[in-house]
């Protein structure tokens, strides 16, 4: 078990708007609309649970700094893959490092989003062990495996960091105006204005190279997709118009991500062409038929067809069940015992308890 590299998938979805979001009040609009823009979730780039208040390195035994004996300048000069058998948080275990510290031929540490991934990595267990523990971890690691100047400069942006983290909190629980929240200008108003406040935090925090590194893909992304639900709200334009200008703005994307998000809207499409097959089918044989000619494997396809099967002969069933539901109530059965006999019949005609759920769920639907 390994968890999921953060490296491609940090810039992939909205995380600076999801920071932003994640107080509360700014949640509840980017659900809706951000379904047009992408069919995939994402992920909350700032963690509030994983932001500690930050005093100054640990020195207590076990997250002091590596001595001068222990400490190993390796060959490679880069953190290990993996904490071993027994990390310090069970949560860790079997798990690959995300990211990784490392320096290079001068001993000078590489500045790229690694680097923010491997600090997430350890940051992301402060609450089932200490902020000191998770901290004091990180700088063991980069005392152990690092050279200097690398080691202190991997330090001194933990710093920075955990301060940046600290300070996005205030941006993650903006609030909206209760009169106004329903109103998709002012949430897309909102997202943009919490983006901005997130980057100038970031620009005021970290110098270009480490602020470009840490979060250039993932403000490149947000930025789209800003720009993406807003072409969306337009009303001047046609569909046709509004594709021609997403696509614009899609094509502004650095490559890596272009790639990404063609593959994204291919299986978007991909996906709604097998609903539409499944819709449009007579049978469930012609929906498994229809759904192997576009690509799903035979295994699944298969599967489909046997559930569409179970439906209809639910169905069946159900209309069955209502006759002589019907044909009983005509014969001035009082209430109570009507109640008793439609519970005889759920009984008798779907013996299955999740299929007498259906049942009730559709007469609810029918009355």
């Known amino acids: 078990m ?17 920071a932003a979001l994640a107080g509360g009040a700014l949640w509840y609009g980017l659900a809706q609309t951000t379904q047009h823009t992408t069919s995939a979730p994402a992920p909350v780039a700032e963690q509030a649970g994983a932001t500690p208040e930050f005093s100054g390195y640990p020195s207590e035994a076990g997250t002091s700094l590596a001595s001068a004996e222990t400490r190993q300048p390796p060959d490679n000069a880069t953190t290990p893959k993996t904490l071993g058998p027994q990390p310090f948080a069970p949560s860790l275990a079997g798990t690959d490092i995300d990211g990784a510290l490392r320096a290079d031929e001068d001993g000078r540490l590489v500045i790229n989003l690694q680097v923010r991934d491997f ?13 000191e523990v998770a901290i004091g971890q990180i700088q063991q ?96 334009l046609s569909n046709q118009g509004k594709q021609a200008l997403i696509q614009w703005h899609r094509n502004q994307l650095p490559e890596a991500m272009q790639a990404t998000e063609e593959q994204l809207l291919a299986s978007s499409h991909q996906q709604q062409e097998r609903v539409a097959a499944i819709g449009s089918a007579s049978s469930p044989e012609e929906a498994g038929q229809r759904l192997s000619e ?24 159900f209309q069955t069940f209502q006759d002589a539901l019907s044909q009983q109530s005509a014969s001035g059965l009082a209430e109570q015992e009507r109640e008793a006999y439609q519970d005889a019949l759920l009984q008798q005609y779907f013996p299955d308890q999740q299929e007498r759920t259906w049942a009730r769920l559709r007469m609810l639907g029918n009355s």
């Not at 390994?2 to 909205?14: G, I, K, N």
């Not at 600090?119 to 902020?131: A, C, I, N, Q, R």
């Not at 490149?220 to 993406?228: G, K, N, V």
């Open 2 to 18: 390994t968890r999921t590299p953060t490296a491609t998938p940090r810039w992939l979805f909205p995380g600076a708007l999801s």
């Open 119 to 131: 600090f997430d990595y350890f940051l992301s267990t402060v609450g089932e062990v200490s902020p």
């Open 294 to 317: 576009l690509g799903l494997d035979s295994e699944d396809a298969t599967e489909v067809v046997r559930y569409l099967k179970d439906r209809e002969q639910f169905a069946q069933r």
């Open 141 to 236: 690691m980069a005392q152990k495996y690092l050279p200097e100047p690398a080691a202190s400069r991997a330090l001194a942006l933990l710093d920075q960091y955990l301060a940046y983290k600290q300070a996005a909190l205030s941006v993650m629980q903006t609030r909206l105006d209760p009169a106004r929240q329903s109103d998709p200008a002012y949430q897309l108003s909102a997202l943009g204005d919490a983006l901005t406040k997130l980057k100038k935090l970031r620009q005021s925090t970290f110098d270009p190279e480490v602020h470009k590194a840490f979060f250039g893909q993932e403000e490149a992304y947000s930025e789209y997709t800003l720009a993406t639900l807003a072409i969306r709200q337009r009303q001047d």
